[in-house]
């Protein structure tokens, strides 16, 4: 007799009990006092006093809603304004906003590389770019982390085919920056296209390592970004020349086929971003504390925002996150197969966006408890 499909899910269920991996959703409370050490908000900008006044603006100027897809009339001023000013800063000719920066990787690999393609992909990459080359139908090549022999081997077997070489400028779960000069060299030695995922970059290293490094407006580099992390809102962009923007309108679905970006994400996103560029010292803020949380830890700094501490055992990682929150503090909690080699992790982001008494004892805590759970 065939399974009901309850009877497959609780099996499923029980499962992720036995392993440890099963995952609860938590609602915040406005008034939650937790320190969070957990999110993305690096430089703390999604609470900026002008970030929530011009996302609060915004919805009364303009709806709740964009109303349509960018295509159809869902593009307003605003899109346009952050455009502008996302390509100025990233030194990029042209930006595209999307919803997500899910829908921006979607949006870019989909679109450039279809079944004669070759995408040749990072091992630590993220889903969403690992779920973009499932969608592009492409030969994909995984490379181990950061080889870049490996990355030139790859390219060697393309056998003339449009080739796609997806790296994060810096990487989400161990916070390590790739090789972005010597992928760029080995993609323009083989008429290559680079494309680098700047979510964990941008704001962090101010405008990300690929501008950073000179890179921006290399023909063979192009740039995805999140507007949910350092920029503390949401929505996702690619930036490149204007050609390729022009190519994305056209032809990528998870842009054409989904609508526009709220106007209160998009406003605020272009607030933090004045932010940012008028406070460039935030970035430097973050480097100092995850340099003080990591040797506080005795371990190597990581090049971004966020510090991942190895831990013994799945379980061993859900205690520890647990004993970090009865303190009041929110840590991150990586477990299979959301790590990319097996091993579970705290993890912990050095925010600027926290206050200095509230982060000493985020510090302390954390040495204490991971102590106790090694
Ligand atoms: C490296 C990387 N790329 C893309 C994304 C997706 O961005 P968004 O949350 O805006 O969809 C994330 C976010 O988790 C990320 O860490």
Redesign the pocket.
């Known amino acids: 007799m065939t399974h009901s499909w309850t009877d497959w899910l609780a099996e499923q269920a029980a499962e992720r009990e036995d392993a440890g991996l099963t995952r609860r959703l938590r609602a915040r409370s406005a008034d939650d006092a937790t320190i969070d050490l957990a999110g993305?908000d690096y430089l703390g900008l999604s609470r900026d006093p002008d970030v929530r006044r011009a996302a609060a603006d915004a919805a009364l100027t303009w709806g709740g809603g964009a109303g349509a897809s960018r295509l159809v009339t869902g593009t307003l001023e605003v899109h346009a304004e952050l455009e502008r000013e996302l390509a100025d800063y990233l030194d990029q000719e042209s930006a595209l906003v999307f919803s997500?920066?899910?829908?921006?990787?979607l949006a870019i690999v989909t679109a450039l590389a279809d079944r004669t393609a070759h995408v040749i992909s990072d091992a630590h990459?993220?889903a969403?770019?690992v779920d973009a080359a499932r969608l592009s139908k492409a030969r994909v090549t995984v490379v181990p982390h950061s080889d870049i022999d490996a990355v030139r081997e790859a390219l060697a077997s393309s056998a003339g085919a449009r080739t796609l070489v997806l790296a994060?400028s810096v990487?989400?779960v161990l916070g390590d920056a790739a090789p972005l000069v010597e992928l760029a060299e080995a993609c323009a030695e083989t008429g290559a296209l680079l494309v680098v995922?700047e979510?964990?970059g941008i704001g962090v290293h101010g405008p990300g390592l690929v501008a950073t490094y000179g890179l921006a407006g290399h023909p063979n580099v192009v740039v995805?970004a999140?507007?949910?992390?350092s920029l503390g809102s949401?929505?996702?962009a690619v930036l490149g020349p204007r050609i390729l923007r022009e190519h994305l309108v056209n032809r990528a679905r998870p842009f054409i086929f989904d609508t526009a970006l709220a106007p209160a994400p998009t406003a605020a996103a272009l607030a933090a971003l004045r932010v940012l560029r008028a406070r460039p010292e935030l970035s430097g803020m973050v480097h100092d504390r995850v340099c003080t949380l990591a040797d506080a830890l005795g371990v190597v700094p990581p090049d971004g925002a966020v510090l991942s501490i190895p831990m013994p055992s799945p379980q061993a990682a859900v205690a520890a996150q647990a004993a970090v929150l009865a303190e009041g503090i929110r840590v991150g909690c990586f477990r299979p197969p959301s790590v990319p080699d097996g091993i579970s992790r705290l993890r912990a982001t050095a925010s600027a966006g926290i206050n200095a008494a509230d982060w000493e004892r985020a510090v302390d805590v954390l040495v204490t408890v991971v102590k106790d759970h090694q």
């Open positions: 993305n997500s920066g899910y829908a921006a990787n990459i993220h969403s770019l994060e990487y989400s995922d979510a964990h995805t999140t507007l949910s992390k949401q929505g996702g």
